[in-house]
């Protein structure tokens, strides 16, 4: 029996996205419009034939957030009805990761509610990156890839320090959630690493307590899975540049931000911030500080190697120069 034809499908949180990883698998975008009806209301229509075919929607639940998550939800039913093989949600980006437990009587867990959302919406696939934290994969009764973006900044971090001795180098975790990504990313650097202890204060808001580490007269390279308010990333490189590290550059995933995180950004002592594009940056945000870097060919590969029932062990465990072409 031949195998199912592949096609990739573009929701309006991430276009652009969509038409590069499409690009590297050699397939035409799917030829779909997400609209809307005049009250408000999503409007889905797919004008080619799906009967059969291996479908990978590309849409992450960025802000707006419910917008997005509630598209996925209309063309993955879209999809379904229209009797295709099987639906992959790429999720670059997961929203309401954050709400993953109680943390206060009565709240709900929400993250928990989106997977069964998509669930039940017919999603056969979840293939992201990051998760905010990573035992929201185990909220699904479907099979969930999770890529890590340690693959790209890995990669990013050798360039840099090509020619130069690695000990003027320090990885820093913002703080004791990111250890384990710290952790990653050291094994592939071969990088020493601080931490800094913080006690966050209330909502969006921390305070800097200490840093774990020699980081004097050092480049500081904080790593984080994602930039909201910016409210931690500029204090932790505030804090490292003024105990003595003497230059910060960031390396974060998902770029979200939300509020005034721009302008903290700019004022901050952060020389360079790179973010993926698992989130898209409108241009009014684009500041020189700012560096976009694509996911598009981490994401095709992940992609063929689900579409061609391959391993994909290569995409998670060495850095991406180190890896064979397809």
């Keep these: 029996m031949a195998r199912n034809d592949i096609k990739i499908m573009?929701?309006?949180?991430?276009?652009?996205?969509?038409?590069?990883?499409?690009?590297?698998?050699?397939?035409?975008?799917?030829?779909s419009k997400v609209g809307r009806f005049a009250d408000g209301e999503i409007q889905m229509m797919i004008n080619e034939l799906v009967r059969g075919s291996d479908v990978f929607i590309i849409q992450s639940t960025?802000?707006?957030?419910?917008?997005?998550?509630?598209?996925?939800?209309?063309?993955?039913?879209?999809?379904?009805?229209?009797?295709?093989?099987?639906v992959t949600a790429?999720?670059?980006?997961?929203?309401?990761?954050?709400?993953?437990?109680?943390?206060?009587?009565?709240?709900?867990?929400?993250?928990?509610?989106?997977?069964?959302?998509?669930?039940?919406?017919?999603v056969d696939r979840?293939?992201?990156?990051?998760?905010?934290?990573?035992?929201?994969?185990?909220?699904?009764?479907?099979?969930?890839d999770?890529?890590?973006g340690s693959i790209i900044f890995s990669d990013m971090v050798l360039d840099i320090m090509k020619g130069k001795d690695k000990s003027d180098f320090i990885l820093v975790a913002p703080d004791m959630g990111s250890v384990n990504r710290i952790r990653k990313m050291a094994d592939l650097t071969d990088l020493s690493i601080a931490i800094i202890d913080k006690r966050r204060t209330k909502a969006n808001e921390c305070e800097i307590m200490n840093v774990i580490g020699d980081i004097k007269d050092k480049t500081a390279i904080i790593i984080d899975d994602m930039i909201d308010t910016a409210g931690t990333i500029t204090k932790a490189a505030n804090t490292v540049v003024d105990m003595g590290a003497k230059r910060v550059l960031v390396y974060a995933t998902h770029g979200?931000?939300?509020?005034?995180?721009?302008?903290?950004?700019?004022?901050?002592?952060?020389e360079k911030m790179f973010?993926?594009?698992?989130?898209?940056?409108?241009?009014e945000k684009m500041i020189n500080k700012i560096e976009i870097v694509s996911v598009a060919k981490l994401f095709s590969e992940a992609i063929y190697k689900i579409y061609t029932n391959t391993s994909m062990s290569a995409l998670f465990k060495i850095p991406a120069n180190s890896r064979n072409e397809k």
Aim: net charge neutral; charged share 20%.
């Design 126 to 144: 979840i293939l992201t990156m990051d998760l905010h934290a990573p035992q929201i994969q185990g909220f699904f009764d479907i099979p969930v």
């Design 256 to 270: 979200i931000l939300s509020a005034d995180a721009v302008t903290k950004i700019n004022n901050s002592k952060i």
């Design 62 to 86: 960025c802000p707006p957030v419910n917008e997005n998550l509630m598209e996925l939800l209309i063309m993955t039913d879209a999809l379904k009805r229209s009797s295709s093989a099987r």
């Design 90 to 122: 790429v999720m670059p980006y997961f929203g309401y990761a954050r709400q993953d437990r109680k943390a206060r009587a009565r709240d709900p867990i929400s993250a928990k509610l989106v997977a069964n959302l998509l669930t039940t919406a017919g």
């Design 275 to 283: 973010l993926l594009d698992t989130v898209p940056v409108p241009a």
């Design 10 to 31: 573009g929701g309006n949180a991430n276009l652009k996205l969509a038409a590069e990883i499409a690009n590297y698998l050699g397939v035409p975008l799917l030829d």
């Design 146 to 148: 999770h890529l890590e």
